[in-house]
């Protein structure tokens, strides 16, 4: 099982970034997927999650509006295009696949988005 996060990096704040998360090794399709981040000194938090199929998602408070979740089942691949960031959404960016019966759990190793001018 692999979860391989890209896009991250080095922005201004009011510009957008999408981040890819591309998988490997289990059933893409029947998964749940999310987008969580990690501050420095701060605990992971859930930022927004899309169901298998893709037609329910959910967002923190914090992002909504700002960020959009999507995915693309034939490419095993989800997105998160964030849009107006602010220096308060840097973080590391990882993304997490949830089984069926919510048993197994998969991270991917994260990608930094730092937002600064």
């Known amino acids: 099982v692999r979860l391989v996060e890209s896009g991250g990096g080095l922005v201004q704040p009011g510009k957008s970034l999408r981040l890819s998360c591309v998988a490997s090794?289990?059933?893409?399709?029947?998964?749940?997927m999310s987008w969580y981040r990690q501050a420095p000194g701060k605990e992971r938090e859930l930022v927004a999650a899309?169901?298998?199929?893709?037609?329910?998602?959910n967002y923190a408070d914090s992002i909504k509006g700002r960020f959009t979740i999507s995915r693309d089942n034939a490419k095993n691949t989800v997105y998160l295009q964030m849009n107006s960031l602010k220096p308060e959404d840097t973080a590391v960016y990882y993304c997490?696949?949830?089984?069926?019966?919510?048993?197994?759990?998969?991270w991917g190793q994260g990608t930094q988005v730092t937002v600064s001018s």
């Open positions: 090794g289990f059933t893409f399709s029947r998964y749940d």
């Open positions: 997490k696949a949830d089984s069926p019966s919510r048993l197994l759990h998969y």
């Open positions: 899309i169901t298998s199929a893709g037609g329910s998602t």
